[in-house]
């Protein structure tokens, strides 16, 4: 199976072994993109070790036949001594079919209950992630959340795609305690395969 991975503050030194036998590997992160796809063959947990120090930070299970994943790595609230990870990671189907170019999914992480509109289709967002919406070109997305008997605005953007790419919108807590304003992360990006099916080639397994 193949993965990239994400985190709203980059990771260094991170590692993994592609499969039995091989060497670590190390992943790059970037900070408003996913990594480049790695592969990896191997039992589950797929785990992630700090090259510095040798320590197993993270750990994730993919389920079986998900052939294209996006590993979304978030701190480990509180104290780490339930799991001792450093990490938590969130596992997402990443593939073409869940979500394929001129599409947008959302995820909310925010920790508020959002509602507004993408374009002219109204949306509730629940947390974690939502259904992928076709936006074609443009995505205007515009998010209300409630407090105290009124609607403040959380996020208001506008992204626009290039032919065959797909966008992906993080939302994480406010940055300042009692603020109603998300942060967020707006990922673009080409479905895994889609170059190649263009060109009439086979898609990459």
Same mark, same amino acid.
């Given at each position: 199976m193949r993965f990239s991975?994400?985190? &709203?503050?980059?990771?260094?030194h991170l590692t993994f072994i592609p499969g039995a036998g091989a060497p670590p590997q190390?992943?790059?992160f970037y900070p408003t993109a996913r990594s480049a796809r790695a592969e990896y063959r191997g039992p589950m947990p797929l785990r992630f070790t700090d090259s510095t120090s040798g320590?197993?930070?993270?750990?994730?299970?993919? &389920?079986?036949?998900m052939t294209e994943a996006l590993l979304l790595f978030l701190p480990n609230p509180g104290p780490a001594t339930a799991t001792g990870?450093?990490?938590q990671i969130a596992v997402l189907d990443d593939s073409a079919a869940r979500h394929a170019s001129g599409g947008l999914a959302i995820i909310n992480l925010s920790g508020l209950a959002l509602s507004g509109t993408v374009n002219k289709e109204?949306?509730?967002?629940? &947390?974690?992630?939502?259904?992928?919406?076709?936006?074609?070109?443009?995505?205007?997305?515009?998010?209300?959340?409630?407090?105290?008997?009124?609607?403040?605005?959380?996020?208001?953007g506008t992204t626009t795609?290039? &032919?065959?790419?797909?966008a992906l919108l993080i939302l994480f807590p406010p940055f300042y305690q009692g603020s109603l304003e998300v942060q967020s992360r707006l990922l673009l990006d080409v479905p895994p395969g889609a170059a190649a099916a263009k060109k009439g080639q086979a898609p990459a397994k």
């Open positions: 991975v994400f985190s &709203p503050k980059p990771i260094e190390t992943l790059q320590t197993v930070v993270a750990e994730a299970s993919i &389920p079986a036949g990870l450093r990490y109204n949306v509730t967002l629940q &947390p974690g992630l939502n259904p992928a919406l076709n936006v074609g070109r443009t995505a205007t997305i515009a998010l209300r959340t409630q407090a105290k008997g009124r609607s403040y605005q959380s996020y208001a795609l290039k &032919p065959g790419e797909r």
